[in-house]
C-alpha cells in the first residue's frame, strides 16, 4: 500500500482544495415583472429577459391552446351543418 513520504504543506493543502467552496448564487428580480430569478437567465414567471420577450409561459400556451380548440370545434359544427344541409337538400330533391 502507498504510504505518503513527508506530510503535505498548508499550502498544498490549500491548492487542492480550492475547488471545494459552495458558490452562493445571486438573486434578482426581473426588470418587467419584479419577480425573483437567477441572474442570466429568463424569467420563467412572464418569459422576459433583458427587456425581450424570449419564452412562452404555461399560462400563455394554455390559453393558446384553448383558442385552437376553439376553432377546431366550430370547424367541426360548421362541417355538420353543411352535412345536415346537403343531406335534406339530398331528400328533398328525391321527394320532388
Known sequence: MAVPKRKQSKARKGWRQTHQVEHVKSITSCLNCQSPLNTHQACKACGFYK??????????????????????????????????????????????
Not at 390559453?63 to 376553432?71: C, L, S
Open 51 to 96: 427587456g425581450v420577450k424570449v419564452l412562452t409561459t404555461k399560462a400563455e400556451r394554455a390559453v393558446k391552446r384553448g383558442q385552437a380548440q376553439q376553432v377546431k370545434e366550430a370547424r367541426n359544427a360548421a362541417a355538420r351543418e353543411n352535412q345536415t344541409l346537403e343531406a335534406s337538400a339530398e331528400t328533398t330533391s328525391e321527394k320532388n
